[in-house]
Structure formats: structure tokens, C-alpha cells
């Protein structure tokens, strides 16, 4: 299981919205002055930081910092969802429709359109998904 920190943002009769943070996991190696890894961090920063709902068995205060848990297999899944199926639909449809039509131009409109809608599915299904127990983080206690 897959622990990380998060903060707690709003709490009413058991429900609280967290915020997790990004880690700034670079910059502590020796490598840190070359790495461009450290420089797109850098630019991406802590300035996206999403937040959820999350069932909570004991009372929170805002500002609270607590533990979530979230199983491996969970975040392999998701990771597939999000990257492979796109991925898999992109060089179908390019193999696929370049036997059938000679123009590329067609082949790239067509690629971008099944791509586009395979991102469009994928979030449709994450989002029924989400309401599932085992696809929601875990609340494992304050910190």
C-alpha cells in the first residue's frame, strides 16, 4: 500500500476534502545542477494540487494533516487506464487506417479523433470508477 500525506481542507459530519501536495523529490541528489528532471519539476512546482472527498471515521479540524492509503494495484490500473489504452488506440488506428487510405492527412485526422475519444472513455470510465470503495483512497489516521 501506497501511503502519502494530505491536508485536510474542509470537514462536515464525517466527509472531509483534502488537498495532497506534490514532493519535491528531486534536488538531493549529485546530479541536481545537470538534471533537466529537476528543472521541469521545478517549473510544474506545487501549483497543481488536487482535492477530493474523503469518508473520515473520526473528527478533523481544517488544516489537519492525515495519512491515505491506496493499494498498488489500484494505482497500476489507473496508470494502464490513462496512458496504455490511448497509447493502444493510437498506433491501432495508424496501422489500421494507413492500409486503407493513401492520404496521411486523413490518417492523422482519423488517428486524433479515436485518440481524442479513447481519452474522452477513459475518463468517463475513472469517473464511474471513482465511486467504487476499492478505487478511493484510504484514510489511515492523523499524523
Not at 498506433?91 to 482519423?110: C, K, P, R
Request: glycine share 8%; charged share 15%.
Amino acid at each position: 500500500m501506497m501511503i502519502e500525506e494530505a491536508t485536510v481542507v474542509e470537514y462536515h459530519n464525517g466527509i472531509a476534502i483534502v488537498q495532497c501536495y506534490a514532493k519535491s523529490g528531486c534536488g538531493s541528489c549529485a546530479a541536481k545542477v545537470a538534471c533537466g528532471t529537476k528543472a521541469l519539476s521545478a517549473l510544474a512546482g506545487e501549483k497543481i494540487a488536487p482535492r477530493f472527498s474523503l469518508t473520515v471515521n473520526e473528527p478533523l479540524n481544517v488544516g489537519d494533516k492525515i495519512q491515505l492509503g491506496l493499494a498498488e494495484n489500484t494505482l497500476l490500473k489507473s496508470v494502464f487506464l490513462i496512458y496504455g489504452i490511448p497509447l493502444f488506440v493510437l498506433i491501432i488506428t495508424a496501422v489500421g487506417f494507413s492500409q486503407f487510405f493513401a492520404n496521411e492527412l486523413i490518417v492523422l485526422f482519423v488517428m486524433l479523433l479515436f485518440t481524442g475519444m479513447s481519452f474522452w472513455g477513459v475518463r468517463k470510465l475513472i469517473d464511474k470508477r471513482t465511486q467504487q470503495a476499492n478505487f478511493s483512497p484510504i484514510f489511515l489516521g492523523k499524523v
